[in-house]
């Protein structure tokens, strides 16, 4: 690897704080004596209040936090602890150095998800933690920021081979059946190839050829995320421009530092000063100035854990190693140009500020502690010449630098040489698991009422079950865990065993593990799942009894008996020759 205009330097760092310490004893043990006190407050404060942070949103941690937005509107507060703002209207941030009598030092909590992670995974966030005088400017403009991806649903209609990358020339990791559905979030950039989740953290390339017609046409309005020269594609923060603080650090405790950490698994591009930067870990940033008449401003970066990668003259710099650092120059304008030389720096004054700042973000809870993170860190700087080489060691903590203070008893340089490695015999990859994805309740969904609530999947080959799990998402503190075991791809999920929303936001994970006769196919935390919310019907007021009129007492008719006059028989006389005169009266007859 060859770095035409990037040099070695071996150079002494002033920490202009260190420098003013010194000066005044008596100043520095007040400050020492107190700065481990306001640092815990404010540690203390970032977990109660920036729990459970939204994607894209920042978070006003501990005094003071200073904020300018693109616009001016009413509805953006940021003034004071548990503030938030989404990131797509922030466009300069900054934290307050250490400041004992004031009892500041500012804090701040930024998640942001780039949009090359699908909208619908649960937790696939970055987390940025500020601390001490630290500014970040937004280089990402509102109208330019791209937003994650919502994947697409489509299915196979023949078997489709899966690949790394978008050519048939590239690792086979496997086939999918025809019928199968997929979630595309992707396309090459001639459109050919359609970019797919296989697992939560990883991504696979089909032939868009392979899918059902009305199935390749839906996925026209994805964006290109593969191909020659293309612009990148960043969210709000994920390009900025960087800074801490001339002063220094005014105790070990309070590091003038920014460290961010990736999901598991996942590797995030950032743009830091214009210097490209690749991480899948956690990483921490801070700026020295350099210790001649210059007062260049140096750019430093270091891994806690995972990876880390970062563009130099056209070449990628590789670090894997807790402890590696990179340290390089920025121009007047602080950012990283053509004339950008990388340096090698005393270690020892570095080490303990920046264990500070991981101790600390360990601190507020807002990182994943669960990935072996120990903050234990020798630091072996990349240089182009040597590779990757130990910093020289001062004695004590904290000495002040410069052309008057040389290193004491400094550490021989030793390259580190990478090991030896023995060829093995080839081992054979199985398919990536083909995760089930729920398509129906579809994510974010409220469900209203009891009873039950359908919930189906796609199948995974060599499932012999399936697992349906319920899981309470961030804020829902009083939620309980739920499985329910299911055997075919769908289940009838009983929404009476799933307490109502109390409040906005307030909600479950759904998620289906695949089952065979060893039990989970997979990691559970691996699982893709939808966001859902059960909802109580709005209550309904029963309606008011009838009211009755009120009626009068019925008159009844007479009738023909009653109102007919007493009876009278008619009478009449009939004579004839033979009987004489007689009367008949109606019914008899009476002669005389």
């Not at 904020?67 to 953006?76: N, P, Q, V």
């Not at 797509?88 to 934290?95: H, N, S, V, Y």
């Not at 008449?293 to 990628?316: A, C, K, T």
């Not at 349906?468 to 009476?496: I, K, R, Y």
Request: glycine letters at 8%.
């Amino acid at each position: 690897m060859t770095h035409q205009k990037t040099t070695l330097l071996i150079l002494s760092l002033i920490l202009v704080g260190l420098t003013r310490t010194a000066a005044d004893p008596a100043q520095a043990q007040g400050v020492g004596a107190n700065c481990p006190a306001v640092v815990a407050s404010a540690l203390q404060s970032v977990e109660g209040v920036c729990t459970g942070l939204g994607r894209n949103e920042s978070c006003y941690g501990f005094n003071r936090v200073d904020a300018l937005f693109w616009e001016s509107r009413e509805d953006l507060v940021f003034s004071a602890p548990s503030d938030r703002v989404p990131l797509i209207e922030l466009r300069q941030i900054a934290t307050a150095p250490l400041d004992v009598e004031r009892n500041e030092w500012g804090v701040a909590a930024l998640q942001l998800q780039s949009p090359d992670l699908p909208a619908t995974l649960p937790g696939q966030a970055v987390m940025f933690l500020l601390m001490g005088d630290v500014s970040l400017e937004n280089q990402v403009a509102p109208e330019e920021a791209a937003l994650p991806v919502t994947p697409i649903e489509a299915t196979t209609g023949s078997e489709a081979d899966l690949f790394t990358t978008p050519t048939r020339e590239a690792n086979r990791m496997g086939a999918l059946p025809a019928g199968t559905r997929v979630q595309a979030i992707g396309l090459s950039q001639d459109g050919l190839w359609a970019e797919i989740l296989v697992q939560q953290s990883s991504r696979s390339w089909i032939e868009r050829s392979t899918l059902l017609a009305e199935s390749a046409r839906a996925l026209n309005n994805l964006p290109v995320t593969f191909g020659d020269n293309l612009p990148p594609r960043y969210g709000p923060m994920q390009a900025f421009y960087f800074s801490s603080g001339l002063a220094g650090p005014a105790c070990n405790e309070a590091p003038d530092a920014l460290v961010v950490q990736s999901p598991s698994g996942i590797e995030v591009a950032l743009e830091i000063n214009e210097l490209q930067v690749e991480i899948g870990s956690t990483v921490a940033f801070t700026t020295v100035t350099q210790g001649d008449d210059s007062n260049v401003r140096v750019l430093i970066g270091i891994v806690f854990e995972g990876h880390m990668r970062i563009l130099i003259n056209g070449e990628w710099v590789e670090l894997t190693q807790p402890g590696q650092t990179f340290a390089i120059t920025l121009n007047e304008d602080g950012l990283v140009d053509e004339d950008s030389e990388l340096l090698r720096l005393f270690a020892n004054p570095l080490t303990e500020l920046l264990q500070s700042a991981c101790q600390n973000a360990l601190g507020t809870s807002l990182l994943e502690e669960s990935r072996g993170l120990t903050c234990t860190v020798e630091i072996a700087f990349f240089t182009p010449e040597e590779g990757f080489v130990s910093g020289l060691g001062f004695p004590g903590s904290l000495p002040s630098l410069g052309e008057n203070n040389p290193p004491v008893n400094p550490q021989p340089i030793v390259p580190i040489v990478p090991p030896i490695i023995v060829p093995q015999n080839p081992v054979i990859v199985p398919p990536p698991l083909q995760w089930p994805q729920i398509t129906r309740p579809a994510s974010g969904a409220t469900l209203v009422g009891g009873g039950s609530h359908l919930v189906e999947w796609t199948s995974t080959p060599g499932a012999t079950g399936y697992q349906v799990e319920v899981l309470p998402d961030g804020t829902n503190q009083t939620g309980t865990f739920l499985s329910f075991g299911a055997s075919g791809t769908s289940f009838n999920l009983p929404l009476d065993s799933l307490p109502s929303r109390p409040a906005p936001g307030w909600g479950y994970f759904l998620r289906v593990i695949p089952l065979d006769a060893n039990g989970p196919m997979g990691a559970p935390d691996q699982a893709p799942a939808v966001w859902i919310v059960r909802q109580d019907p709005p209550p309904t007021n029963p309606p008011p009894p009838p009211t009755q009129e009120p009626t009068e007492e019925p008159v009844q008719e007479p009738t023909e008996e009653s109102t007919e006059e007493p009876y009278e028989p008619y009478c009449y006389q009939v004579c004839d020759e033979i009987d004489g005169c007689y009367i008949v009266c109606e019914g008899y007859e009476q002669a005389y």
